[in-house]
């Protein structure tokens, strides 16, 4: 079986070794031709030999100190450079990055589940509140229709204070659209059979009578459209209104009248009893 391949540090290594086992083969080869040489030759004095020797030895070691900080960085290099390719196969062979993002799914998971749950339990509030509501004000436009009070005055609130937007927009329209019935249903039709005015249909609508021949009935008027529970009166009482005073009035805008009662005021004071 084949031993297993070196890796480059081992080979690198193994030179340094080898290098410095000639370094001394080296010295040792050229001290003894110095010394032979010094014997042999016998117009040199042993001194100059001597220091012949010692030059040759510190120019030796001076080229074997680089060679070895040479050998050392490259070394060095390789070493990094192994170490690094080491790190990146391990990230490529064992998917060490897909063990990262699953570490982090398993932690982060929680907290964004425990998040997407409380945004769906908000939003599920909000959209029960809001079922709630236009429950209520659907139930609101029902009560108008049959002519109740109640159900006018709940929608004029809701169409005025509903912080939602979609509530407010269904209210007006209700009030818009049920007004808009009443009055085509209650404007007299002077050809037809009954009442060919308003305050003659308001005479048998209102509790108590209306009195079509009082001479100021303004303030009469005035009255059924602020305190009367009966719409089919209230919508009279606005019709009647605008034909005694001449005075287009949008239907069931209470508010509308009593700006008007303030800039005619005379016209709208209920007369005085005098003893």
Not at 9 to 35: D, N, P, R
Not at 70 to 90: L, T
Not at 238 to 257: K, N, S, W, Y
């Amino acid at each position: 079986m084949d031993p297993p391949p070196k890796s480059p540090v081992e080979k690198e290594y193994e030179h340094m070794i080898s290098f410095h086992k000639w370094i001394v083969q080296t010295i040792l080869i050229a001290f003894g031709i110095l010394i032979a040489g010094g014997l042999g030759i016998f117009y040199r004095d042993m001194s100059q030999v001597r220091s012949q020797g010692a030059a040759a030895i510190s120019e030796t070691k001076d080229a074997a100190s680089r060679e070895i900080s040479k050998v050392r960085d490259d070394a060095a290099k390789i070493a990094i450079d192994e170490a690094r390719k080491r790190v990146e196969d391990a990230f490529r062979n064992e998917n060490i990055q897909a063990m990262i993002e699953t570490a982090a799914k398993r932690q982060v998971g929680p907290a964004i589940d425990r998040r997407v749950r409380q945004e769906v339990d908000l939003v599920m509030t909000g959209l029960q509140g809001q079922i709630s509501s236009l429950g209520e004000i659907a139930d609101l436009a029902m009560r108008m229709r049959i002519g109740l009070r109640s159900g006018l005055e709940g929608l004029i609130l809701r169409a005025k204070t509903a912080t939602n937007e979609s509530e407010r927009r269904m209210a007006q329209d209700f009030l818009a659209r049920i007004s808009s019935d009443y009055e085509t249903f209650h404007r007299p039709k002077p050809r037809g059979p009954g009442p060919s005015t308003a305050r003659e249909a308001l005479s048998g609508a209102s509790d108590p009578p209306f009195d079509p021949n009082n001479p100021k009935p303004v303030p009469a008027i005035v009255r059924i459209i602020r305190e009367e529970s009966n719409l089919n009166a209230v919508a009279l009482a606005f019709l009647a209104l605008g034909e005694t005073t001449g005075h287009q009035f949008r239907m069931f805008d209470i508010e509308g009248v009593q700006e008007w009662c303030k800039e005619h005021a005379p016209v709208c004071a209920e007369p005085t009893t005098s003893h």
